[in-house]
């Protein structure tokens, strides 16, 4: 089928295209060159006034794995008050802070994401993930499999194991768990914690393995490397919402010796101690860290006030924030001595002085960070707040007016501890484009999606211009994946599923001689069932694989 799409102004960072007026031709779900004139079209839109940038891509959102349904049950109420009734074309659903599985993929395609990753697959948890992801409707999925307090990488580090083995078990990992990348949450200490240890620097021993976060950080990032993953090592540093932690992350950052290296939800590492209540922005400090070290990127991890729930494999940091509940009940579980969960409800307050300090940090990130191409529009789903809050987000980044009104209203202590009503600047569509299209895919490694490029699957959003930009942004006038028609003004007319994004870094097969043994004594399942198939995610015809490039490696 061929499709012509008239006259729509473009945005397309990945091609170089800022707010120009093109036709779009797209046959067999991907973008192809203007046709001969003899070619028949078989269906156009007259996209005069309206704005095109390429479907919308969350690169760090939890919406697979066991903390999910653990979340939705700790919060029924929650899912109660948002439900999604059954239409001839969707399912039923519910929930607003962690919605289920189904109208997660309704709620983000209704918005304009046709792409979605989750950043914390455990891998002996992986197929339960990809079960999970594998329910989400229209959207593309992919994981990044955690391993910073892996038991058995821990026992090679004590064991003095060389990089080159270190390599191969990541790699093996990987392949395990189809994933796309490689996640670190608080290096070590999710271990550290089952030693009784309740907090862990950057360069404090793990009581039991003598391994410190620096370490792992440092072995896996060089792994990421020289395996060729294009996703930079993804971590979730030391001390989360600790104050005092800018100088953790300023020392993670410094401490990676140039590698690359991508910090996510920045905005919960970037804590200061000064003032009266020993709480202050370390937001202009981080900033100016990752303007100067072209090694760093960062997603922001926003806060949004309202009720939501928080999903971490920082059991750690859970434990101790769980004092702060609300309403006042949360789970800490450990996962096969590999990782652990935190579940916390959580209600973020404009008049809680913390709170809007916190608000204000993220903001001030966005805003400070000069290159849009390496920060990222996330809000931590559902910890900051839900992905539903993005649209909103949006405006706060691109209408100075607006997000000084809403300055006005936070805490008055915190008005006086932020620089953000000095801040002038105000994000364009092209920034905005590449925050959620352009530089999300390239950070990524997908080879062939957040463009409108020819040779590009035709994921596209289709909006109409409006200077309130929230409004623009949470109800596209179309959103087409694959060259489908999935969305017509905000609301779905048409379901397919997605893919699932890996990389297939190679390994030593001999790494799984010392795995068999491992396992046989310590692991409640065999070497054999922890690796999954191909065809466990394509089987029932929902899914397919995309295996993309690694680095220099076709």
Same mark, same amino acid.
């Given at each position: ?78 899912h ?30 209704e918005?304009g994401?046709?792409?979605? +990753?989750?950043?914390a697959? !455990? ?5 339960? /993930? =990809? ?6 409707? @229209? &959207? ?19 064991a ?9 078990y ?16 608080n ?7 089952? +030693?009784?240890?309740?907090? !862990? ?5 793990? /009581? =039991? ?6 370490? @792992? &950080?440092?072995v896996?990032?060089?792994?990421v ?7 930079p ?9 600790v ?25 919960f590492h ?81 008049q ?5 300090l ?34 909103h ?16 209203t ?31 895919a ?26 309130d ?17 999935v ?29 068999q ?38």
């Open positions: 089928m061929l499709i012509k799409l008239t006259g729509g102004t473009v945005y397309d960072p990945a091609s170089g295209i800022d707010g120009q007026i093109k036709t779009l031709y797209v046959q067999d779900g991907r973008f192809i060159k203007q046709p001969a004139a003899d070619v028949q079209v078989d269906k156009e839109y007259d996209l005069k006034g309206k704005v095109l940038m390429a479907g919308a891509i969350d690169m760090h959102t939890h919406i697979g794995g066991g903390k999910g349904n653990i979340a939705r049950m700790l919060i029924p109420e929650d109660r008050s948002d439900p999604v009734h059954r239409s001839d074309i969707t399912r039923s659903g519910c929930g607003h802070a962690m919605p289920s599985s189904f109208a997660t993929g309704y709620r983000y395609a918005m994401y046709t792409t979605a +990753f989750e950043p697959v !455990l891998p002996v948890n992986a197929r339960q /993930a =990809h079960m999970e992801m594998a329910d989400i409707p @229209i &959207l593309d999925k992919g994981g990044y499999v955690l391993m910073g307090s892996d038991d058995y990488l821990l026992r090679m580090l004590t003095k194991k060389d990089q080159k083995a270190i390599n191969d990541v790699a093996w990992t990987m392949n395990a768990a189809k994933a796309i990348g490689v996640k670190v949450v290096p070590g200490g999710i271990n550290a914690f089952k +030693f009784n240890q309740r907090k !862990l620097e950057l360069d404090e021993q793990n /009581a =039991h393995y003598g391994v410190s976060p620096r370490e @792992i &950080l440092q896996l990032a060089t792994a490397k020289e395996l060729g993953v294009k996703h090592l993804h971590v979730h540093g030391c001390n989360l919402g104050p005092g932690n800018v100088s953790t992350t300023l020392d993670t950052i410094q401490g990676i010796g140039g590698l690359p290296m991508h910090l996510t939800h920045i905005q970037s804590y200061g101690t000064e003032g009266d209540f020993k709480f202050s922005s370390g937001g202009a400090q981080i900033a100016e860290a990752i303007n100067n070290n072209k090694n760093i990127t960062a997603d922001v991890g926003q806060i949004l006030f309202g009720q939501t729930i928080t999903a971490s494999g920082d059991n750690m940091r859970q434990h101790a924030n769980h004092g702060f509940a609300n309403p006042d009940k949360w789970v800490c579980m450990d996962i096969e001595c590999d990782a652990g969960c935190g579940v916390v409800p959580f209600k973020y307050r404009d809680n002085f913390v709170n809007a916190q608000w204000a940090i993220g903001l001030e990130i966005f805003l400070l960070v000069d290159d849009p191409w390496r920060v990222f529009l996330t809000t931590d789903h559902p910890n900051g707040a839900p992905f539903t809050t993005y649209p987000l949006i405006r706060l980044l691109m209408d100075k007016s607006f997000r000084n009104d809403m300055l006005a936070i805490h008055p202590e915190a008005q006086k501890m932020t620089t953000l009503g000095s801040i002038d600047r105000e994000y364009s569509l092209q920034e905005i484009a590449i925050l959620t299209r352009a530089g999300a390239k950070l990524v490694g997908l080879d062939d999606r957040g463009s409108l490029g020819e040779g590009a699957w035709a994921d596209i959003t289709v909006y109409t211009e409006n200077t930009r929230e409004q623009m942004f949470e109800k596209p006038d179309y959103v087409f994946k694959d060259g489908e028609l969305v017509v003004d905000g609301k779905v007319v048409h379901t397919k599923w997605g893919t699932t994004h890996i990389v297939r870094p190679e390994w030593d097969t001999s790494v799984e001689q010392d795995l043994k491992y396992f046989e004594r310590f692991m409640t399942m065999k070497v054999g069932n922890f690796k999954i198939s191909d065809d466990e995610i394509t089987e029932d015809g929902r899914g397919s694989l995309t295996t993309h490039s690694l680095n220099g490696i076709a």
